[in-house]
């Protein structure tokens, strides 16, 4: 799906019950739940707003939208979602991990929701399948939580002689055990001596490395997470200075891996 289409879907899909919403209120009203900060989804809600605006729907003019943000505390998720219900918006687009996803879920069984997350919806319990998907709940999956095993395989292709690897999880994620698994079984396959490093913080990001030194890894998968992705140039400059082939999951962490971008964080 090219990157317009997608945007265009998540407008439409975020704004289907709005039509109806807006014959009892002067200004639908749109919930965004986040598992991140606002800042650190400038970008993507900027192509949020993009996709609105295609379909006709302008922030400030004739829809609004209501921000809760979790910083990066996905155990404040519950809370927010269940003050978005309060707030009686007329859809709540759960936007990150499947956390928001899944805070939204159980804060109501009437709001529409509409996820974008990179798990499996079906394992998750979020809907009954993808063709049928059921309740109030709709969304899109990258299925990026399913190619850890995939990307340490290619890591592993370019650095063919390192014997020690790792993966870099949020333990807050509600995949993270199964990724951890599955990223463990993929490293016995290679032959590969494997550990699990876990973080949810900036702080905890220095200390996984510090640990990956002191153990000599040799090459790090990092789990598809908001929290990463937030931490991005944290996360190349620590694997630039370090010389750690490391792989990720998103262009956003090859855009970071700049010279720039790099120079700044060592410099900070």
């Given at each position: 799906?090219?990157?317009?289409?997608?945007?265009?879907?998540?407008?439409?899909?975020?704004?289907?019950?709005?039509?109806?919403?807006?014959?009892?209120?002067?200004?639908?009203?749109?919930?965004?739940l986040?598992?991140?900060?606002?800042?650190?989804?400038?970008?993507?809600?900027?192509?949020?707003?993009?996709?609105?605006?295609e379909?006709?729907?302008?922030?400030?003019?004739?829809?609004?939208?209501e921000?809760?943000?979790?910083?990066?505390?996905?155990?404040?998720?519950?809370?927010?979602?269940?003050?978005?219900v309060?707030?009686?918006?007329g859809?709540i687009?759960?936007?990150?991990?499947?956390?928001?996803?899944?805070?939204?879920k159980?804060?109501?069984?009437?709001?529409?929701?509409?996820?974008?997350?990179?798990?499996d919806?079906?394992?998750?319990?979020?809907?009954?399948?993808?063709?049928?998907?059921?309740?109030?709940?709709?969304?899109?999956?990258?299925?990026?939580?399913d190619?850890?095993?995939?990307?340490?395989?290619?890591?592993?292709?370019?650095?063919?002689?390192?014997?020690?690897?790792?993966?870099?999880?949020?333990?807050?994620?509600?995949?993270?055990?199964?990724?951890?698994?599955?990223?463990?079984?993929?490293?016995?396959?290679?032959?590969?001596?494997?550990?699990?490093l876990?973080?949810?913080?900036?702080?905890?990001?220095?200390?996984?490395?510090?640990?990956l030194?002191?153990?000599?890894?040799?090459?790090?998968?990092?789990?598809?997470?908001?929290?990463?992705?937030?931490?991005?140039?944290?996360?190349?400059?620590?694997?630039?200075?370090?010389?750690?082939?490391?792989?990720?999951?998103?262009?956003?962490?090859?855009?970071?891996?700049s010279?720039?971008?790099?120079?700044?964080?060592?410099?900070?």
């Open positions: 799906m090219r990157r317009r289409e997608f945007i265009t879907f998540l407008g439409a899909t975020a704004t289907w019950p709005l039509t109806a919403h807006a014959q009892q209120s002067a200004m639908p009203v749109i919930g965004l986040g598992s991140q900060s606002a800042a650190e989804w400038a970008h993507l809600v900027a192509a949020f707003r993009e996709g609105l605006r379909i006709g729907y302008v922030e400030g003019q004739n829809a609004a939208i921000y809760r943000w979790a910083e990066g505390h996905y155990d404040r998720l519950p809370q927010l979602a269940e003050d978005l309060r707030r009686n918006v859809v687009f759960a936007a990150g991990s499947p956390a928001p996803a899944l805070a939204a159980a804060a109501t069984a009437t709001i529409p929701i509409v996820f974008a997350n990179g798990a919806p079906v394992k998750l319990g979020l809907v009954a399948s993808f063709n049928r998907p059921g309740g109030n709940i709709t969304g899109i999956s990258f299925l990026t939580a190619l850890g095993a995939k990307r340490l395989g290619v890591i592993h292709e370019l650095a063919p002689t390192v014997a020690v690897g790792a993966i870099l999880i949020n333990p807050t994620n509600p995949v993270a055990e199964s990724v951890a698994r599955d990223a463990r079984e993929a490293a016995r396959s290679l032959g590969l001596q494997f550990h699990v876990n973080a949810s913080t900036d702080q905890d990001i220095d200390s996984a490395f510090a640990g030194i002191q153990q000599r890894i040799g090459l790090l998968l990092v789990m598809a997470d908001p929290v990463f992705l937030g931490g991005r140039l944290q996360l190349v400059a620590l694997a630039a200075r370090h010389a750690i082939p490391a792989i990720y999951f998103a262009r956003e962490f090859v855009a970071a891996v010279f720039g971008s790099v120079e700044s964080v060592d410099k900070g």
